[in-house]
């Protein structure tokens, strides 16, 4: 059973922007923070964002704020992350991921409750 499935990656251009989805079923989304984690081809993976229960709290790594941000819907069982301004360094397979407590800068999957496929972020010119 999938859990967690996102969407809406896509190849953009520098300066370009996405939104990316992650549809949550099987368990209780309200009851997870969200995250989003990050892994590029050749490098370890990246904590990108994570929202608390509720969406009462945001937090973003260093290289994205500014310029990602992340929302939920409870009511639908979604998980949202939107990126402006891409850069070539924002290219990336990107993974939603659910765990109970709210931290960040976790990045191993068996760090999270539930962990998603990915989905394909390419920026290039």
């Known amino acids: 059973q999938l859990h967690l499935v996102e969407s809406g990656g896509d190849s953009v251009q520098p300066g370009g922007s996405l939104t990316l989805s992650c549809a949550a079923s099987?368990?209780?989304?309200?009851?997870?923070?969200m995250s989003w984690v990050r892994q590029a081809p050749g490098r370890g993976a990246e904590w990108v964002s994570t929202i608390s229960r509720a969406g009462t709290g945001k937090q973003y790594a260093d290289s994205v704020s500014g310029r990602f941000t992340i929302s939920r819907n409870d009511a639908e069982n979604k998980l949202y992350l939107e990126l402006n301004n891409l850069q070539i360094a924002d290219t990336a397979m990107y993974y939603c991921a659910a765990r109970r407590a709210y931290s960040r800068g976790y990045v191993r999957q068996e760090d999270y409750n539930y962990w998603g496929q990915g989905t394909q972020v390419t920026v290039s010119s």
């Open positions: 099987g368990f209780t989304f309200s009851d997870y923070s």
